[in-house]
């Protein structure tokens, strides 16, 4: 019965159907999209509500006395919850709405980093991290003439975890670090990476940036022991303009704000201010209403099918991806992690990535190509950049079959 249930569950043709734009057509060609990893599609479900809250309900929230400010402060407060039980966080006063994984990583880096780092101190981070997870830490390691320390990386792409254990020392003050590489696909061991941080220093605060992880697999902040997890709603099937910053309530409540202004007060005169309790005092200003209505009813769909069965589908995909590339003469796979997630990065021998990219686009398959915001990791491998094809559990074995023939039309015109 289960199995029936499950088998049923995994109907890519009627989960697809969800997804108005994977109907459309692109360069005259039904649009293959494999750029997940980017930005995820959104299913009705999420076009709906953000067109519900609008129609029906669109006000600024807390201040209300009417019903649709009423109604739209609690559609704002019930994505809370909803965000808090899908991480698993203990209380919905350690989730804060942000723009998306930069701007959470941006508030710490301003308002624990400035508080809480001084000269000498050490921050390490990997040599596989987001721009977003290196420019924040090195700006403030400049700021606070702190030290920026980097995990290598092995060939496989996996992070060298002796190499991290050598760089904890007694100055470690901040570890941050990718759940699962953009450009890699790597799924790093975050939980063995947290225990050695707390046993090296149980003060040192590790921040996960789980912008390509929360759409793939669970996430569960309590048992992970992160201090701060951080993510983008627009990667896993929300809107764009809003993430999230979980942190630990004590750390939160210790921190100073980040932005001033509206909402994060709670008394105002010319004698002085005084704040909000968390999380309101780190949502300075009108926040993202449509945003969090939208993340909420991302999270119902994922929920509707199951994290469990979405990494089943996304590895399948990424098995049958991976040995049709690994066929291609000349192509080398970027990343081959023994803990992968559905990205896989390539290069072609002689081939620029870009063209490539234009080649395929041409067949209607949308794919990444460049640096994908990692140009310490390209540095790393010697190399000018990848082409990039990401998974998501609506995209099919059928549409590998035709992105790898045009994949090897592009390479036979271009060589
Ligand atoms: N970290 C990682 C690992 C990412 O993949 C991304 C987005 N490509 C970011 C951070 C930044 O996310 P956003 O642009 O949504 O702020």
């Not at 990535?353 to 395929?360: E, P, S």
Request: with cysteine.
């Amino acid at each position: 019965m289960q199995e029936i249930l499950e088998k049923k569950i995994f109907d890519v043709d009627e989960i697809r159907k969800d997804f108005p734009i994977l109907e459309t057509l692109s360069n005259g060609r039904p649009l293959i999209y494999f750029d997940n990893a980017a930005t995820s599609q959104k299913p009705n479900s999420v076009i709906n509500a953000l067109s519900d809250y609008y129609r029906n309900y669109n006000a600024n929230i807390h201040r209300g006395v009417y019903s649709i400010s009423i109604k739209a402060s609690e559609a704002y407060e019930n994505a809370k919850n909803k965000i808090k039980e899908f991480i698993n966080a203990s209380s919905e006063r350690e989730i804060i709405f942000t723009r998306g994984t930069t701007e959470a990583i941006n508030l710490i880096t301003y308002s624990y980093g400035l508080e809480n780092i001084h000269e000498g101190d050490e921050i390490i981070i990997s040599e596989m991290e987001h721009h977003a997870n290196i420019v924040p830490w090195q700006v403030l390691c400049q700021k606070k003439k702190a030290v920026l320390k980097v995990i290598p990386v092995n060939n496989n792409g996996e992070l060298v975890i002796e190499e991290y254990q050598n760089l904890l020392s007694k100055r470690t003050r901040i570890v941050s670090l990718c759940h699962i590489s953009n450009t890699l696909g790597t799924i790093n061991p975050v939980k063995e990476i947290i225990k050695l941080a707390k046993l090296n220093n149980p003060e040192t605060a590790v921040i996960i940036d789980g912008a390509q992880a929360i759409q793939h697999m669970p996430v569960d902040v309590m048992e992970l022991g992160a201090d701060f997890y951080v993510f983008s709603s627009h990667k896993m099937y929300g809107p764009m303009g809003i993430g999230v910053l979980y942190g630990k309530a004590e750390l939160l409540e210790k921190m100073p704000p980040y932005q001033t202004g509206g909402d994060m007060i709670s008394r105002v005169s010319f004698n002085g201010t005084s704040y909000n309790d968390i999380p309101m005092k780190f949502e300075a200003g009108t926040p993202n209403v449509e945003g969090a209505v939208g993340m909420k009813a991302a999270i119902d769909y994922i929920e509707s099918i199951g994290l469990k069965n979405i990494s089943t589908a996304e590895n399948e995909l990424l098995a049958y991806a991976s040995e049709k590339l690994n066929e291609i003469e000349g192509l080398s796979v970027i990343g081959n992690a023994k803990n992968k997630a559905s990205v896989i990065s390539f290069t072609v021998n002689g081939l620029n990535a870009f063209d490539i990219g234009v080649m395929l686009d041409g067949s209607g398959v949308a794919v990444r190509t460049g640096l994908h915001c990692t140009e310490p990791l390209m540095d790393r491998f010697k190399i000018a950049g990848t082409v990039r094809a990401s998974f998501a559990f609506y995209n099919t074995k059928d549409e590998i079959d035709v992105f790898i023939i045009a994949l090897k039309k592009a390479i036979e015109i271009l060589s």
